[in-house]
């Protein structure tokens, strides 16, 4: 089989392309003892150098930002500046944490104002693969780049050569200026499969190419960090195992089906062998119709070891991860409609019912159990505690990946058995899945889909744990 790289979108390699800065600084310099994470509007080498730079908006000169270390247990602590245009905050995608350092503007805390510094200090209880990003205004601000790793290492990690964080993104351009498409709120995006980009990057590059060694074992984070792209992936010239989702591990490390599906948002950490000989290629690709395209790829140079290790021992459990006793769970149900060709009449906006054209004129194309937005009344309230099981009904025919706040949840199989945690469920068009968990974390809680414009447009609602 042939590997290809994806074509670089046919650009005119413009001229006369600057892009306005507002000055920086606007926002007190840092106390002593916080690290700043500071938001700002930059120029980035997004395509390749005969292309002008892209103006993004970054938590420092790139995107993905600064990948955010720390082992497990330990604090994470930021001092947020925002010198966007915009109100922002930051969320810790997949991390159980305290409520008001969750980072969601409207609900946990108002958005910080241009010019405006939050902190945020929080413990990372669980060893994984987690990301930040904005959650104001998510559908154009994680678009245009707010997004970054958040690693938090075991205290024993496993036994491999060496780690690769990989952060997929995807960029939707404009092909003659090379800059970030501004259609957010197109009603086409909103309504279909969400905003799906031209322009796809590993760690902010369409060409990463890595060394490697035959038989050399690395361990692979990778967290789809776009907007609404479902990434069909295989990893040619390698060869392993799945060992954590959503930054959880599996209680068995399992190996890698023909295709690994990665939702957005969701993330696999992957223990994997260089199988491929020493000359030739490995890495990262992508399915497509028409073939498999590299995002990122290893050139294959000289030999680890004569021989491949045997299978990799387990990650160790994270904290508080027991199954939710299902026999005492409290039944609750989400009903998904909308979008284009789907059978929605009617849905309930700010206390009104509107028929579906009243709706799509307020920009709501999607209901959670009949509500257009979010409502001042959660979707449930449980006790600190309570067990929940919780099904989830799409009538609409697109896919949804559904993200819980604050605490990681399992799914509920056919058979009644319980599946891997997860923060992050890909559920597909018509399809019904349950999942369940303990509440076991107090606050209020998003539940809403990841495919950003659908979140904006009908697919959030909430969870209060008290
Ligand atoms: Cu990563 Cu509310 O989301
Ligand atoms: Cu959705």
Same mark, same amino acid.
């Given at each position: 089989?042939? *590997?290809?790289?994806?074509?670089?979108?046919?650009?005119?390699?413009?001229?006369?392309?600057?892009?306005?800065?507002? &000055?920086?600084?606007?926002?007190?310099?840092?106390?002593?003892?916080?690290?700043?994470?500071?938001?700002? $509007?930059?120029?980035?080498?997004?395509?390749?150098?005969?292309?002008?730079? +892209?103006?993004?908006?970054?938590?420092?000169?790139?995107?993905?930002?600064?990948?955010?270390?720390?082992?497990?247990?330990? %604090?994470?602590?930021?001092?947020?500046?925002?010198?966007?245009?915009?109100?922002?905050?930051?969320?810790?995608?997949?991390?159980?944490?305290?409520?008001?350092?969750?980072? $969601? =503007?409207?609900?946990?805390?108002? !958005?910080?104002?241009?010019?405006? %510094?939050?902190?945020?200090?929080?413990?990372?209880?669980?060893?994984?693969?987690?990301?930040?990003?904005?959650?104001?205004?998510? /559908? #154009?601000?994680?678009?245009? @780049?707010?997004?970054?790793?958040?690693?938090?290492?075991?205290?024993?990690?496993?036994?491999?050569?060496? #780690?690769?964080?990989? $952060?997929?993104?995807? /960029?939707?351009?404009?092909?003659?200026?090379?800059?970030?498409?501004?259609?957010?709120?197109?009603?086409?995006?909103?309504?279909?499969? @969400?905003?799906?980009?031209?322009?796809?990057?590993?760690?902010?590059? =369409?060409?990463?190419?890595? !060394?490697? %060694?035959?038989?050399?074992?690395?361990?692979?984070?990778?967290?789809?960090? =776009?907007?609404?792209?479902?990434?069909?992936?295989?990893?040619?010239?390698?060869?392993?195992?799945?060992?954590?989702?959503?930054?959880?591990?599996?209680?068995?490390?399992?190996?890698?089906?023909?295709?690994?599906?990665?939702?957005?948002?969701?993330?696999?950490?992957?223990?994997?062998? $260089?199988?491929?000989?020493?000359?030739?290629?490995?890495?990262?690709?992508?399915?497509?119709?028409?073939?498999?395209?590299?995002?990122?790829? *290893?050139?294959?140079?000289?030999?680890?070891?004569? +021989?491949?290790?045997?299978?990799?021992?387990?990650?160790?459990?994270? !904290?508080?991860?027991?199954?939710?006793?299902?026999?005492?769970?409290?039944?609750?149900?989400?009903?998904?409609?909308?979008?284009?060709?789907?059978?929605?009449?009617?849905?309930?906006?700010?206390?009104?019912?509107?028929?579906?054209?009243?709706?799509?004129?307020?920009?709501?194309?999607?209901?959670?159990?009949?509500?257009?937005?979010? +409502?001042?009344?959660?979707?449930?309230?449980? @006790?600190?505690?309570?067990?929940?099981?919780? #099904?989830?009904?799409?009538?609409?025919? *697109?896919?949804?990946?559904?993200?819980?706040?604050?605490?990681?949840?399992?799914?509920?199989?056919?058979?009644?058995?319980?599946?891997?945690?997860?923060?992050?469920?890909?559920?597909?068009?018509?399809? +019904?899945? #349950?999942?369940?968990?303990?509440?076991?974390?107090?606050?209020?809680?998003?539940?809403?889909?990841?495919?950003?414009?659908?979140?904006?447009? &009908?697919?959030?609602? /909430?969870?209060?744990?008290?």
């Amino acid at each position: 089989m042939m *590997f290809g790289r994806r074509d670089v979108l046919r650009m005119a390699t413009a001229a006369g392309l600057g892009s306005a800065l507002p &000055g920086g600084g606007l926002a007190a310099a840092t106390d002593a003892g916080i690290e700043e994470l500071r938001a700002r $509007v930059t120029p980035f080498r997004l395509l390749p150098d005969d292309y002008p730079m +892209t103006e993004i908006w970054g938590y420092g000169p790139t995107a993905p930002g600064p990948e955010i270390r720390v082992r497990q247990g330990e %604090r994470v602590a930021r001092r947020f500046v925002n010198d966007l245009p915009q109100g922002s905050s930051i969320h810790w995608h997949g991390i159980r944490i305290a409520n008001g350092m969750d980072g $969601v =503007s409207g609900l946990t805390q108002e !958005p910080v104002a241009p010019g405006m %510094r939050f902190d945020y200090d929080f413990e990372a209880p669980d060893a994984g693969t987690y990301w930040y990003h904005a959650h104001n205004r998510s /559908w #154009e601000q994680v678009a245009r @780049g707010l997004h970054g790793a958040l690693i938090v290492e075991e205290a024993t990690p496993p036994d491999v050569d060496r #780690e690769e964080v990989m $952060v997929l993104g995807d /960029w939707l351009l404009n092909p003659e200026t090379g800059q970030i498409d501004d259609s957010f709120d197109h009603p086409m995006m909103m309504s279909h499969g @969400g905003r799906i980009g031209n322009y796809i990057t590993v760690n902010g590059r =369409s060409d990463l190419t890595l !060394p490697a %060694r035959r038989h050399e074992r690395l361990r692979l984070r990778l967290i789809n960090a =776009s907007n609404a792209r479902i990434f069909p992936l295989t990893l040619p010239g390698l060869a392993g195992w799945v060992v954590a989702l959503d930054g959880m591990p599996l209680d068995a490390p399992e190996p890698i089906g023909d295709v690994l599906v990665l939702g957005p948002a969701q993330r696999a950490d992957l223990i994997v062998d $260089v199988v491929a000989d020493a000359g030739g290629q490995a890495g990262l690709a992508q399915v497509e119709e028409d073939g498999d395209y590299f995002l990122a790829a *290893f050139d294959v140079a000289g030999t680890a070891a004569q +021989t491949r290790r045997g299978t990799p021992a387990p990650l160790p459990p994270n !904290p508080n991860t027991g199954l939710p006793d299902l026999s005492a769970a409290t039944p609750l149900r989400l009903v998904m409609a909308g979008g284009a060709m789907g059978r929605m009449q009617s849905a309930v906006l700010n206390g009104t019912r509107m028929g579906f054209r009243e709706l799509i004129a307020e920009g709501r194309f999607w209901a959670l159990n009949d509500m257009a937005a979010m +409502t001042d009344t959660p979707l449930a309230e449980l @006790g600190l505690g309570e067990p929940v099981r919780l #099904e989830i009904v799409n009538e609409t025919v *697109f896919p949804h990946a559904m993200h819980l706040h604050g605490m990681h949840f399992r799914e509920v199989t056919a058979d009644g058995a319980l599946g891997p945690l997860r923060d992050t469920l890909l559920v597909g068009g018509q399809e +019904t899945r #349950e999942i369940a968990f303990t509440a076991d974390n107090p606050g209020d809680w998003l539940f809403h889909c990841h495919m950003l414009s659908h979140a904006a447009s &009908g697919m959030t609602t /909430w969870l209060r744990v008290t």
